[in-house]
């Protein structure tokens, strides 16, 4: 079984890469079900976007509530759009800073796919 690409939207990867450790290893875990073409126990659609194609995913540990958000409308690409910790005290909707940098993740992405199309590569 071929595994989708993945590609990094601006500061996702790093960002996922300050999370703790056991959250990192699960946020991965969560990626690599998606390159699969399945999905991880704690993924949800995330509201507000048409369609089920952005996802993110969410683990909590002693040290706050992550999110690592990505997009699997592209053929044969996961684009990771953001990866951030929430600390917002408004229960559990996404704030909307992050919402606003997510859109205009998914703009960017939308970009590269189509540029690696008219290159031929997808």
């Not at 601006?10 to 969560?30: C, R, T, V």
């Not at 706050?64 to 408004?90: C, D, E």
């Amino acid at each position: 079984m071929k595994l989708k690409l993945i590609i990094w939207i601006a500061s996702s990867k790093e960002d996922l890469l300050g999370f703790p450790k056991d959250i990192q290893s699960s946020m991965g875990y969560g990626l690599y079900l998606a390159q699969k073409g399945e999905k991880h126990l704690h993924c949800k659609v995330l509201k507000g976007f048409t369609g089920a194609s952005v996802l993110e995913i969410r683990e909590s540990n002693n040290s706050g509530t992550f999110r690592v958000v990505y997009v699997t409308k592209f053929s044969n690409i996961i684009f990771v759009l953001h990866a951030f910790q929430k600390k917002s005290k408004q229960g559990i909707k996404t704030p909307k800073q992050e919402i606003d940098l997510i859109k205009k993740r998914l703009k960017d992405a939308q970009e590269i796919y189509e540029e690696l199309k008219n290159e031929k590569k997808f």
